[in-house]
């Protein structure tokens, strides 16, 4: 069966630092994207960064980039400089399966 | 340009009840998905729709939950009778096909808080 595994139930990390969230994914499909989605303590889901399979360069935006290791099956999404407000769940979706990881929720500290 | 909008945003209601959630996709979006989320079972796809066509529905969890699309703005949610159990939030979620100018993110409601006494 087709998995999605986020390791990571939850972490911590110091204000202005980098916190890498773990993905990996199971499939066969040779071209598929891959979605990061927030969900702050407020409910909704915000779309962060996406990630094609045939893109040759890692994903980037702002300070959310992905960390694409197509061989082994992960799409790891770095925030860089944490803030305060990056306090929130985190879930992986790749789009062949329509469903999200278990996600992984972040704390960021002051 | 208005985002998904589901209503209502919470419903409390006593079991057996019936109990239907409204959604309205984004205007030009041909795809519409329904998800649950509890903190047990995590998001999990429900139904999802194409071109208000129902493509796959193996998440709805049984004979008691419904989903429809009339037309390409808007769809229902539909329990009845509902059970404690399916206390959760609800959310909708449009997409445009996939292509070489957009990623076919989701674009999410806000969710409908749904509890059953």
């Known amino acids: 069966a087709q998995k999605i595994t986020q390791t990571q139930p939850g972490m911590f990390v110091q204000e202005k630092e980098a916190v890498t969230l773990d993905c990996t994914y199971d499939t066969s499909d040779q071209s598929y994207g891959l979605f990061w989605y927030k969900q702050p303590s407020s409910g909704e889901m915000i779309f962060l960064i996406y990630q094609g399979s045939y893109d040759e360069q890692n994903a980037t935006e702002g300070r959310y980039s992905l960390n694409f290791q197509k061989a082994r099956k992960s799409a790891n999404l770095v925030i860089s400089a944490s803030q305060l407000g990056d306090s929130a769940m985190y879930f992986c979706?790749?789009?062949?399966?329509?469903?999200f990881g278990a996600g992984t929720t972040v704390t960021v500290r002051a | 340009d208005a985002g998904v909008i589901q209503s209502p945003r919470h419903e409390v209601t006593e079991m057996g009840q019936e109990v239907t959630l409204r959604c309205k996709p984004i205007?030009?979006?041909?795809?519409l998905f329904w998800y649950r989320q509890t903190m047990m079972r995590g998001l999990e796809l429900l139904i999802y729709f194409n071109n208000n066509v129902p493509i796959d529905d193996s998440g709805m969890p049984e004979d008691r939950f419904s989903a429809k699309m009339p037309n390409a703005s808007f769809s229902t949610l539909k329990i009845q009778p509902s059970e404690p159990r399916d206390s959760a939030v609800y959310f909708c979620?449009?997409?445009?096909?996939?292509?070489?100018?957009?990623?076919?993110?989701?674009?999410f409601g806000e969710g409908s808080r749904l509890t059953v006494l």
């Open positions: 979706a790749p789009h062949y399966k329509l469903s």
């Open positions: 979620a449009s997409s445009l096909r996939p292509g070489l100018l957009n990623t076919g993110e989701l674009f």
């Open positions: 205007s030009g979006h041909d795809y």
